[in-house]
């Protein structure tokens, strides 16, 4: 597998793979997921690595983290969506991210990709992916902040100018039905502070060391505005928390 690079090349291909999202989302998922798991084996020894992919979708993920030689287990609540529609979903079982079906410290990297703005409780998400990771491994949680341009989805970027509710109702008068994605129902309105808040008090708990804060798309030059409070709501894109799990006393 090649090593990550964050590179401005790599900005722009993932940039053009996004573009076709709607239209060709077996090329946009394959090429996220690559990238993916090399971002993360930047962080992680991959090879023989038990991960948990919560939010994890139809396969794309799953292909790529086996490629890289780790055990993938995928944690869904549309996993029967995805099977009747013919997508690959071994390894993957049906539950929520904020009750997580998995021992307590059994995982050595719990991975989540664009799930946590679609939680109407981060925080017991951020909980239960911490709880599963063992002593030394490591969390990685990515997400979209509310305020970034495609904070809305589909319904982005006029939720900056509308809010979400009539940003909500532009789409509807447009395409003549609700967006897959709604604000407060399918879609929460959280925050790059909000995330980071919890990280800062599970770090004083003694549960988890921070290990990066970024944006996960951006070239490497550019990833000091994840540490900007406000410039990082709405330049990030995508907002990207590494945790390392510590061993606490009992």
């Given at each position: 597998?090649?090593?990550?690079?964050?590179?401005?090349?790599?900005?722009?291909?993932?940039?053009?793979?996004?573009?076709?999202?709607?239209?060709?989302?077996?090329?946009?998922?394959?090429?996220?997921?690559?990238?993916?798991?090399?971002?993360?084996?930047?962080?992680?020894?991959?090879?023989?690595?038990?991960?948990?992919?919560?939010?994890?979708?139809?396969?794309?993920?799953?292909?790529?983290?086996?490629?890289?030689?780790?055990?993938?287990?995928?944690?869904?609540?549309?996993?029967?969506?995805?099977?009747?529609?013919?997508?690959?979903?071994?390894?993957?079982?049906?539950?929520?991210?904020?009750?997580?079906?998995?021992?307590?410290?059994?995982?050595?990297?719990?991975?989540?990709?664009?799930?946590?703005?679609?939680?109407?409780?981060?925080?017991?998400?951020?909980?239960?992916?911490?709880?599963?990771?063992?002593?030394?491994?490591?969390?990685?949680?990515?997400?979209?902040?509310?305020?970034?341009?495609?904070?809305?989805?589909?319904?982005?970027?006029?939720?900056?100018?509308?809010?979400?509710?009539?940003?909500?109702?532009?789409?509807?008068?447009?395409?003549?039905?609700?967006?897959?994605?709604?604000?407060?129902?399918?879609?929460?309105?959280?925050?790059?502070?909000?995330?980071?808040?919890?990280?800062?008090?599970?770090?004083?708990?003694?549960?988890?060391?921070?290990?990066?804060?970024?944006?996960?798309?951006?070239?490497?030059w550019a990833c000091w505005v994840a540490r900007v409070p406000l410039l990082r709501e709405a330049l990030t894109w995508n907002f990207t928390i590494v945790l390392r799990r510590i061993e606490t006393s009992e």
């Open positions: 597998m090649a090593p990550h690079r964050a590179t401005l090349s790599r900005s722009i291909s993932l940039f053009q793979a996004f573009l076709v999202e709607q239209t060709d989302p077996d090329r946009f998922y394959s090429v996220l997921a690559g990238d993916s798991v090399r971002q993360l084996a930047s962080y992680a020894d991959l090879d023989g690595a038990r991960v948990l992919d919560v939010g994890g979708g139809p396969g794309y993920f799953g292909t790529e983290f086996a490629k890289a030689g780790a055990t993938y287990h995928g944690i869904d609540p549309a996993v029967g969506d995805f099977a009747a529609a013919g997508a690959e979903v071994c390894g993957m079982v049906r539950g929520s991210g904020t009750a997580l079906p998995i021992r307590t410290g059994s995982i050595d990297v719990c991975y989540s990709s664009n799930v946590l703005e679609h939680v109407a409780d981060p925080e017991a998400m951020l909980d239960e992916m911490v709880r599963v990771t063992r002593p030394g491994g490591i969390v990685y949680v990515s997400y979209t902040p509310w305020l970034s341009p495609h904070g809305g989805h589909e319904t982005g970027p006029w939720h900056l100018l509308l809010g979400g509710a009539g940003a909500r109702r532009r789409y509807v008068r447009r395409n003549g039905k609700e967006p897959k994605n709604r604000i407060g129902e399918t879609l929460f309105a959280i925050s790059a502070a909000r995330s980071m808040r919890w990280a800062r008090a599970a770090r004083r708990a003694g549960d988890v060391a921070v290990v990066d804060v970024l944006p996960r798309y951006h070239p490497g």
